[in-house]
Structures are given as structure tokens and as C-alpha cells.
């Protein structure tokens, strides 16, 4: 059954009604966003998001009965054709760093650097020079198929495509990604496969960087985790004494600050009791055993990011040095399930 408009309807009585919800292939048509295809998803309950297909299939605006949550920063969407991913020290990343979700990976996550290529057995290849959360988010997916469809007297809105990051004599990997929302539902699920097709084991790291902005974000609002300990913070926690567990305003100026949190079970949320909006993420800490709050409360780019993710803040050459680094084998595949849920107080 599904409950929508404070009625409960079966699939005849919804069909009778002439249906609610559902989703819509776009292709975004002028400045930057131009010619990028994104999927609009309703599900009725006032839940409404967009699913970026041209950018790895992210998430981009997202929002509950007109109270924006997900993320837009001044770069907006941009099509993956303007992406220089080398330029800027690898930092090129952020002119296009926007939306609810940005996925980090495939084979690298955090700041960039330069490792060792000599698995790749390309003499001309020594090194991988890596720029801030690889270079997936920047590559659009091939769509499977989109629609709803009915399980019994349930509707599911759902997704699916595979992005491939590959290049000769280098990694090669898929991420196969469904998302799906029932009808009159507030949860976004996110299910991603990431898969090593080739022939040689592949390095894998993988992270969500799950934006909240305005108007969810705002001063008074929270942060809420089952923080056992914090394990790191970046040098401007000290140099500036923002709380990362309630909120100020917009800051000017603002350096971000950045935390790993050791949590006691997989998931956090922001909260804003004065807007009477919640909205939490809930993982698995087998598939994400670390997690990062970012705080990038600078006026003009007020969000903050909640960050499951399989591995440490020192990223992809610390994972090689003490042994934690994600090695695929051929054939070799991970799952990782997420779910996004709005909560009305």
C-alpha cells in the first residue's frame, strides 16, 4: 500500500486516480550544465531530487516540500567535457564540486599525489599522479534503464547505469549504480558495484562526499553521530574554534575544517529542529569503516559534508604504505548500500 496525501491507496485505486511521482530524463541546456542528462525523480511525499547521469550519475538538488537540503556551490553543474583533471595541482576538482552527492574514486579518494605505476607493467607509465577524489564524479555513466515499477501494491522509482573508469596500460574499473525511492516515500537508496573487469588486480578506494546546504543548513542547526572518538582534525579546527556540533551562520572568510570521526555504528544526520527537517545517512561499517564531517561554512559556500568512506584521511599513498589499500582481484567485485532519509520533526 502506499500513503500519499494522508491516504492509503493500492495500485488500482493510485492507477484510478491517474498516479503520482515519477521520473523524467532532462537534458540540462544552457551555461556550463549544458547538454548534461539528469534524471528528476518525485515521489510524491514532497521528496524531490535529481540524479546527474552525465556526472557518474551523482546526486545533484534535492529537496522536501520546498525546503532545499542537497548542496548547489556557486561552480553549479557542469558537463564533464570542461573537466581538466590535471590542471591546478590536481585541484581542478572544485569547479565542479556541487550537489548532494560527489563521489570520490574509483581507484583513488582525498588529496592527490603521485604513486607507484609499476603494476600496470607500462615502462613509460612509473608513476599515477592523482588529483583531489579521482576522477569518477567527472564521467558520465552509460543509462541502463529508468522508470517505475510495481512490487505487489508498492511503487519503486528506480535508476540504473554503469560508469567506466579505464585507460590502456592503466586502471580499469565499472561502477554499476541503482537508485531508488518508493512512491510516497523519503528515502533515497543508493546501491553501487564496483567491479575490476581486467585482468590485473586494480587499486580501490571509494567515498561519498554528501553535501547539506541551505536552507537544512543554518545557524542553530546539528550535527548528530554516535561519535565514539575523533582520530584527526585538520589545523584550522584549532586556528579558528568553530563547533562542528551546532551550527553558526555563514562566516566570511571561513577556512574549512575538516574531521575523522570513529563512529559506533554507520550513520549521521543534520538536523534543524527550527525548520522542523532532518535528513540522515545510514551505511554499513563493513563497507565504510571511516567517516569525515567537513565543514565548509565560508559565506557563498555554506555546506556541510557528511563522508563514508572505505579508508584514512592520508588517502592513497599512506593506504599503500601501511598495507590498507583495496586491491580488486580480476573478476572481483564490492556493494556498497546507502540510504538517504528526510525526516519531518
Request: net charge negative; with cysteine.
Amino acid at each position: 500500500m502506499t500513503d500519499l496525501y494522508g491516504q492509503t491507496h493500492d495500485r488500482r485505486a493510485l492507477v484510478a486516480r491517474g498516479g503520482a511521482g515519477g521520473v523524467r530524463l532532462v537534458t540540462l541546456a544552457d551555461g556550463t550544465e549544458r547538454g548534461v542528462r539528469a534524471l528528476e525523480f518525485r515521489t510524491g511525499s514532497g521528496l524531490a531530487f535529481e540524479v546527474l547521469v552525465d556526472r557518474a550519475m551523482d546526486l545533484g538538488a534535492a529537496e522536501h516540500a520546498g525546503r532545499a537540503f542537497g548542496w548547489t556551490s556557486p561552480t553549479g553543474v557542469r558537463h564533464p567535457g570542461l573537466h581538466e583533471h590535471a590542471d591546478e595541482d590536481g585541484l581542478s576538482w572544485l569547479r565542479s564540486f556541487t550537489g548532494l552527492l560527489v563521489t570520490g574514486g574509483l581507484d583513488h579518494t582525498l588529496f592527490g599525489g603521485a604513486v607507484d605505476a609499476a603494476g600496470y607493467r607500462y615502462p613509460p607509465r612509473e608513476t599515477v599522479r592523482h588529483g583531489l577524489h579521482g576522477r569518477v564524479a567527472n564521467i558520465p555513466a552509460r543509462l541502463s534503464g529508468y522508470g517505475s515499477r510495481w512490487e505487489g501494491n508498492r511503487c519503486v522509482l528506480w535508476a540504473e547505469g554503469e560508469v567506466r573508469q579505464a585507460a590502456v596500460f592503466a586502471e580499469n574499473l565499472t561502477l554499476t549504480r541503482r537508485i531508488e525511492a518508493d512512491l510516497g516515500g523519503n528515502e533515497i537508496r543508493l546501491t553501487d558495484t564496483v567491479h575490476n573487469p581486467a585482468f590485473e588486480p586494480m587499486p580501490h578506494m571509494f567515498l561519498y562526499h554528501i553535501n547539506l546546504g541551505w536552507p537544512l543548513l543554518d545557524e542553530g542547526a546539528r550535527f548528530v553521530a554516535p561519535v565514539a572518538r575523533t582520530v584527526w582534525q585538520s589545523d584550522s579546527v584549532a586556528s579558528q574554534g568553530i563547533d562542528h556540533l551546532v551550527f553558526p551562520p555563514p562566516i566570511p572568510g571561513f577556512v574549512e575544517q575538516v574531521y575523522e570521526h570513529e563512529l559506533a555504528g554507520g550513520t549521521a544526520a543534520i538536523v534543524n529542529e527550527r525548520l522542523g527537517l532532518a535528513v540522515s545517512v545510514h551505511w554499513s561499517q563493513d563497507e565504510f569503516p571511516c567517516f569525515f564531517e567537513w565543514l565548509n561554512l565560508r559565506a557563498g559556500n555554506y555546506a556541510v559534508g557528511l563522508e563514508p568512506s572505505t579508508h584514512h584521511v592520508g588517502g592513497d599513498a599512506a593506504a599503500r604504505a601501511d598495507g590498507s589499500m583495496t586491491w580488486l582481484e580480476p573478476g572481483e567485485s564490492r556493494t556498497y548500500r546507502t540510504a538517504f532519509r528526510v525526516e519531518e520533526l
